[in-house]
Nanobody
Framework: QVQLVESGGGSVQAGGSLRLSCAAF????????MGWFRQAPGKEREGVAT????????YYADSVKGRFTISQDNAKNTLYLQMNSLKPEDTAMYYC??????????????????????WGQGTQVTVSS
């Protein structure tokens, strides 16, 4: 079992920055992929960025490329999402997720929510214009 706890959300004006954190607990050695997803009211959950925890390969949604950076601190079992140049359309509940299925060291993890079986409770990000 894996437990995920997000933090770092908040309210910011357009153009600002936030950094989200996700602490993982439990059988963290069994995590092969981690990622950030988001869901705005009335919309489906969508992938933002993922990382292969072994090889470090990353994958980003087109909408956040060049603005968001996913990273990890394996010593702290913590995942991060640095969000810069935030836009009002980035407003959503942001979730951290983990995939425990075996993954090649050199492959990326994709961006599909259905591929991730463990989820945190979410942290709200609100960007005002």
């Amino acid at each position: 079992q894996v437990q995920l706890v997000e933090s770092g959300g908040g309210s910011v004006q357009a153009g600002g920055s936030l950094r989200l954190s996700c602490a993982a607990f439990g059988y963290t050695y069994s995590i092969y992929c981690m990622g950030w997803f988001r869901q705005a009211p009335g919309k489906e959950r969508e992938g933002v960025a993922t990382i292969n925890t072994g090889g470090g390969s990353t994958y980003y949604a087109d909408s956040v490329k060049g603005r968001f950076t996913i990273s990890q601190d394996n010593a702290k079992n913590t995942l991060y999402l640095q969000m810069n140049s935030l836009k009002p359309e980035d407003t959503a509940m942001y979730y951290c997720a983990a995939d425990l299925r075996l993954k090649r060291y050199d492959s990326d993890c994709g961006i599909l929510p259905a591929d991730f079986g463990y989820w945190g409770q979410g942290t709200q990000v609100t960007v005002s214009s």
